[in-house]
């Protein structure tokens, strides 16, 4: 995992360099502002935009390229913060009238180690180019042949990672691949994305089922503290989306309808305690019970409920999405989650209460 301090080494190198004599005085754009380190996904655009980065020093933000690249991230539920977003030129082109011009090969070129570092260093499982001079650009790293017209929306092998190219989302692009196709475009990198991970996660999962003991122990890895309701919503979002991705549940465990929704009877307030003897609990109210851990040292005896990589890499991405998410906000996703939803329109179209029925 890339450390801020080696990215910020970078951002410091790009910032004092002079190589293009007409962009000496421009803003610089590559800062933590760009996206997340740890991104599966790395965007590249041409040039930052004399309306949109050069002014607000952030990646396609601030014109129109900007908010329509925004917009179609939404489209395909990609959220900013887990992507990573650059320029094959880190800095905006004028020409003499201070409109954006396209930069010349010499100052793709001058970029062109810069663009490399940042690659190694996100080490993105996708490169997505947006526009031709975007997908060009990436020859001076390594040589790949492709065109925009003939490889828009396609997956290629590229530097040991996947090279999708995109049209760039500015206005003029548009003439060439309508707002529509690009929608569709965002799309497939999202279903590519599932693919890829779908694929990923199956090499690393274990054959055998979990102990539900075992997620329970990672959850308290990642975070010291959740309500007795979130566990259960928590729980139930990893195995919901275990099957989505992997077509099978991790744990055996029993899940069933109660009236807030999902239940795990393996989660009962006894057998949790039981099983982690390093969680404490707190009544908060009458429906609410906060959990707790309480000693780090007998929790670093639970060696055999360690979990591989795999499978932690699954769960860190549930609560990345879930996570902080409040007890309401948590009920309304496990509600709107197709399993609940069967049973939801079961009770109104029967008019009965399936409370206790099995859900996954």
Request: net charge positive; charged share 25%; proline share 3%.
């Amino acid at each position: 995992m890339i450390s801020f301090s080696e990215f910020d080494n970078l951002c410091m190198k790009v910032q004092s360099c002079i190589l293009c004599t007409r962009m000496c005085d421009s803003l610089k754009v590559l800062n933590r502002s760009s996206g997340s380190l740890n991104a599966e996904i790395m965007f590249i655009g041409e040039a930052p935009g004399r309306l949109g980065a050069d002014s607000s020093g952030i990646p396609f933000h601030g014109d129109k390229a900007g908010h329509n690249f925004e917009d179609l991230l939404k489209i395909a539920d990609i959220n900013r913060s887990n992507i990573f977003v650059t320029n094959a030129v880190l800095c905006n082109p004028k020409d003499e009238a201070g409109n954006n011009s396209t930069p010349t090969k010499q100052e793709i070129i001058n970029c062109a180690n810069f663009l490399a570092e940042q690659i190694i260093l996100i080490n993105p499982k996708i490169v997505v180019t947006l526009g031709r001079v975007a997908l060009e650009s990436l020859n001076y790293i390594s040589e790949h042949k492709l065109s925009l017209k003939d490889s828009v929306r396609s997956s290629n092998s590229w530097f040991n990672r996947i090279l999708i190219p995109f049209y760039h989302p500015g206005q003029r692009a548009m003439l060439h691949r309508s707002m529509a196709n690009q929608r569709s475009d965002y799309q497939f990198l999202s279903e590519e994305l599932k693919r890829l991970n779908k694929n990923h996660f199956k090499k690393n999962l274990p054959a055998s089922k979990l102990e539900v003991a075992a997620i329970i122990n990672y959850l308290f890895q990642r975070k010291n503290t959740y309500t007795y309701f979130a566990l259960h919503k928590l729980f139930y979002l990893i195995e919901y989306n275990s099957i989505l991705i992997f077509g099978r549940r991790l744990t055996n465990s029993y899940i069933i309808r109660q009236k807030d929704g999902p239940y795990c009877t393996d989660l009962h307030l006894t057998k949790i305690k039981k099983a982690l003897p390093f969680i404490g609990s707190k009544i908060l109210s009458n429906t609410n019970i906060l959990l707790f851990k309480t000693s780090v040292e007998l929790f670093d005896t639970y060696e055999h409920l360690e979990l591989e990589d795999g499978v932690k890499r699954f769960i860190d991405q549930v609560l990345e999405k879930h996570g902080d998410k409040s007890n309401i906000a948590l009920k309304k996703t496990v509600y709107f989650s197709r399993p609940m939803r069967d049973i939801l329109m079961a009770e109104r179209d029967n008019k009965i209460n399936l409370y206790n029925t099995p859900i996954l």
